[in-house]
């Protein structure tokens, strides 16, 4: 084959370099192809194709995600999924402060009423057996 001919590769060494370097620090992956200028396509067609950059780029996202994770928040267990230690441990105190709260309410009781639903019973015996009658 000649040399220089055909078309110009974009992702090459060095952007997928920096790339990963990208996702890794949290950047989602299409965000991080449109930095590039590169279809968002195109690292997952070389992730297919190229197990090395498969695994780099499933490294690349796992700390990508844990960088986007508010460790040692609430928010971190409940909206992100996260179930290390801090997360816990904040999710459980802020559900605690919760419950502690909504118990201390000094305003009128809020719990919900039961009210009886007004379903129409028949009177008598004989209306039961006459609509029964009608059905069958």
Do not use: W
Not at 11 to 38: M, N, P, T, W
Not at 63 to 78: C, E, K, V, W
């Amino acid at each position: 084959m000649t040399a220089g001919r055909g078309r110009p590769v974009i992702f090459d060494d060095a952007a997928q370099a920096e790339f990963l370097r990208l996702v890794a620090s949290g950047i989602r992956i299409g965000d991080s192809a449109d930095k590039l200028g590169i279809s968002r396509r195109t690292p997952t067609q070389l992730a297919a194709r190229n197990p090395g950059f498969a695994q780099r780029l499933a490294a690349a996202k796992a700390a990508g995600r844990d960088n986007r994770i508010p460790h040692g928040t609430a928010g971190g267990y409940n909206n992100h999924g996260c179930r290390g230690p801090r997360c816990t441990a904040a999710a459980t105190a802020a559900r605690a402060k919760h419950r502690h709260d909504t118990a201390q309410h000094d305003g009128p009781d809020r719990t919900a009423q039961v009210h009886p639903l007004p379903i129409a019973q028949p009177t008598t015996a004989s209306r039961k057996f006459a609509v029964l009658a009608d059905v069958g």
